[in-house]
């Protein structure tokens, strides 16, 4: 039997979360908005509006641009790695006759039960010039001549923050892959395997294209949540050297200081919203190419 369910009802259900969303998050948003077009410390109650000052500053700043170009590699380069990870992974155990999925699904989770401080702490140990793993491993290899500040200059210090941050979020990836596989009938690998299909060629003939729009899902969840990305990278060098800057850690570094407070807090709202159109454009960008309607199994 349907009922028809009134519309108050809905409206009754959706009301305190839709007016909690648009206090803590609508309302601070346009505010940002306004604020990045003022001088404002943070403390004093009259802001200064300056226009789109802020904005054209950033034209001359070349802190603000080798944090931008960081962005952008730390999107790029991060996410291929992270999702060829992901990908390699999600076919290793959805193969068929393999044991132990749960268990290593778990495994690879993990880092994302634990604080981003407390991995920045391991990250810190592992790449320590003195005493870290990474550089006993290469000495006792033989490998001397490899062995350096990895977090000293910008070449080395980026790709071992990007390759931290990659390997601590495959699991969230991975946990979304895997179930979307769950979703895909077992009728359809059957039916491949009867026509003589190996496992290599089912996963990436049958099993990839059909998780089209999980994968559109976590690209896209990768975009934004990289362009704003700021625990991991600021604790494990706390800004310490502006040549590993990305968008998140100087809005932080312009907004309230590192060694001295600095409380730009106009600045900081201004690289704020740079951050949001990022996401719009490339976030959007994507889902407006890729997004297509859904195969429907």
Known sequence: MNRKVKPWIVLGFLLPGLLLYVYFFFIPMLESFYISMTEWDGFSGEKTFIGLKNF?????????KIALVNTMIFMVVGGV????ITILFTY???????RGRKFFSNFFYFPNMISQAALAVLWVFVYNPNFGILNNILKALGLESWIQVWLGSRETGLGSIIFATSVSFVGFYLILMLSGCDRIPDTYREAARID???????FFKITLPLLRDVLVISVTLWVINIIKYFELIWAMFKGANTALNTLGTYMYAMSFG??????????????????????VVFAGGF????????MQY
Do not use: C, Q, W
């Open 92 to 98: 290793l155990l959805t193969r068929d006759g393999f």
């Open 258 to 279: 590192v060694a001295t407070p600095i409380f730009k807090l106009g600045y900081g709202a201004a690289i704020s919203v740079v951050m949001f159109l990022l996401v």
């Open 196 to 202: 003589g299909a190996g496992e290599i060629t089912i």
């Open 81 to 84: 790695l992270v999702f060829f």
């Open 287 to 294: 889902r407006l190419i890729f997004d297509r309607e859904g």
């Open 56 to 64: 054209s500053d950033m034209l001359t700043d070349s802190n603000f």
